[in-house]
């Protein structure tokens, strides 16, 4: 019997490995002449040992054929990053359920939370055909970060833990180690993210430019000849990951940028390295080229309309579907809307740094903040520009998200303008002039100028909703609106009183993401730039925090940074989101609101419902366009 089932088993396995065989000889025919003349290995030679196979959960049909260009259109040259985001190859990252996965990693192993342990792919090559090893890490860490000259930015902030970097070792050819003396529950979140941290590069390709490894007088010429400033900065310009520029440069994505800038049609073609494979041992991708072209952005929703692109979501609005719906069956696509994976849509940030005295102390009083939220009729606003498809809510989590509670989105979201009128007497604003604005402790009339960039028709049709339902509370409104840069500035130094823009960037969010957008920690949060500058900055700019609410929520985001487990990170969350809400640090309208979608007819495994968000989704990236492919 033994013998029997021995006999079975190698039958078994001599017919498995003769048809993975069969079907990895079966070259992708871009690739064909040449694998044909020599300058290209085979597929099977090209893969790792271990390639990273995309689960179809034994659907059939989302087995793709090769072949296509996928046209996409930008709005300017530098979204020439976007398309990093979009195909979202990393170290490690997220899966459809939002865990940290391996990818470009074959495993990793995290030891109490602070030791960091990474093994790569045997095997798996640049995409010029370079192994990917160690030394590619080593690189960055020894001969970029601490190189006097490279690495005078310091130590990026996500490898920092109390100030402190980690200890770096290399195990083997494949294997390196991170350890840091406390917990760094961001350092995985940051490897994962849309603009990732990259802890690589390619150390063979990088070292012609670099002063410690080039020929002196070969690394002199390359700088005249490229303009550039001295040798760090032709390296810093030659080695940019996040927008692939440089031709040049081995990339580990799924394809590769083949057009220097400056262009207007940049094209990637496959990177024939690509370390994915789908469940019959294809190699992915499926689609041979990206072709991204570079139009204004204000004709976007046109070109759109008249199918010029096979998927496009950027530049789109919600106000653009009725054109776009008359379009599709004259240009082959369908518009699907997803759910855009924000906080608010569209949220009110009061400026808990406001330089006006007087108006910073009534801010600052969370009796007028509650009031300013009970004051928005969200179910008006959501009818009106949403057609009744978002969902009225403070400027929280969504339903999709591992962390919602419904007491989340509701605490003080609710449409009552008698209380909110009640509030604002309490707090002292109860004398009105003979209009009917209240009138402010020194006599003023409570005029609110509510600041925005002006970048979303979206955010002026529900300011002149908003301004209404805020007459009928005794408040003023005007609205201001300036270029971006601009209206930051006024943000951070305390000029402006109200700020709209969209709410948490991160709405899906689970435990083991980083909670910093509820505490102060960033000088772009519009609701304490000066508080979260001193803390960004390790108290050397801004100002420091005195108010004890929001004491409350920096407090709980350390916790979070020094949280040993799941069950710890959990409870701080749930703490960081109540006390968001209770206290209204911002000011929510509407969220799982609709990002259009273009979606070429002949285009497969596109879901039918997607999260469209910046984080933690990276818009089209963990639906792995590598895996999208033409029905033709």
Known sequence: MIKTMAEYFCAVLVAFLMITSSVLSAEIPMLEKQVKAGTLPPMQERLPKKPLMVDFKGDDKSLGKYGGDLRLLMGKAKDLGQITVYTYARLVGYDLDYKIQPDIAEAFVVGDGRDFTFKLRKGHRWSDGHPVTSEDFRYFWEDMI????????????????????????????????????????????????????????????????????????????????????????????????????????????????????????????????????????????YIDRLVMSVVSKDVIAAKAGTGEADLQARYLQFSDVPYLKRGEKKNNYTTRLWSLGKGSQVALFPNLNANDEVWRKIIRNVRFRRALSLGINRKEINEVIYFGLAYPSANTVMPQSALYKKDYSQMWAKYDKEKANSLLDEIGLDKRDPDGTRLLPDGRRAEITIETAGESAEETDVLELITDHYREIGLKIFVRSSQRDIFRRRAYSGDTLISVFSGLNNAVA????????????????????????????NTKAGEPINLDSAMVQLQLFNQWMLAGNDEERTRVWHNMLSGYADQVFSIGTVNNSRQPVIISNDLRNVPENGIYAWEPTSYFGIYKPDTFWYDR
């Open 146 to 285: 601490k190189n006097k000259v490279l690495g005078k930015k310091g130590v990026p902030e996500q490898m920092l833990v109390d100030g402190k970097e980690p200890t770096f070792r290399i195990i083997d050819e494949l294997t390196f180690k991170y350890t840091w003396e406390k917990p760094n529950p961001s350092f995985l979140p940051a490897l994962a993210a849309p603009s990732p941290l990259y802890i690589y590069r390619p150390a063979h390709y990088m070292k012609q430019f670099h002063a410690d490894y080039a020929d002196k007088e070969k690394l002199e010429a390359q700088v005249k000849k490229s303009k550039a400033r001295d040798w760090s900065a032709l390296h810093t310009r030659m080695q940019r990951q996040r927008r692939p520029e440089n031709p040049d440069l081995p990339t580990l994505q799924a394809w590769r940028n083949t057009t220097p800038p400056p262009s207007t049609r940049f094209i990637f073609e496959r990177n024939p390295y690509f370390h994915r494979i789908d469940p019959k041992g294809q190699q992915l991708p």
């Open 510 to 537: 689970t435990s083991t993401m980083n909670p910093e957008e509820l505490a102060p920690t960033d000088q772009a949060q519009l609701q304490w730039p000066k508080w979260g500058q001193y803390a960004g900055t």
